[in-house]
């Protein structure tokens, strides 16, 4: 969690450049915004009431995200907020992704009941017979 998406900045690039400059543009992005996401003394958000309770949320004034939103478009913005939420929910003052186990299918984390039967499936497959 926390972990920026390659996908979007690579079709950006792949609008504004050729080839193999579009791959290197979209690596060099990426590392960018993956350092800028990292730091701890940047925090890009607001605190808001939502039904009585404080969520913090994503400052869409915040400079650095307007510029992104600007050069580069929607689609990478969401992605760097996304991984922006998914860092402050999971780790607020480490900076750093977390490993999260997810239900690929269904687009979700894993339950840990799920995770159970997983793994008490594939033991019972891998089990020696004799």
Known sequence: MGELDQKPFQAACRRM???EEADIKA???LSLWHEEIKDPIWHPFKIVKVHGSERQMVNEDDEKLKKLR?????VI???VETALLEMNEYNPSGGYTVHELWHLKENRRATLTEVIHYIKRRWKTNKRKR
């Open 77 to 79: 913005y969401m992605a």
């Open 27 to 29: 690596v060099e992005l």
């Open 70 to 74: 600007e050069e580069w478009g929607e």
């Open 17 to 19: 450049f050729d080839g």
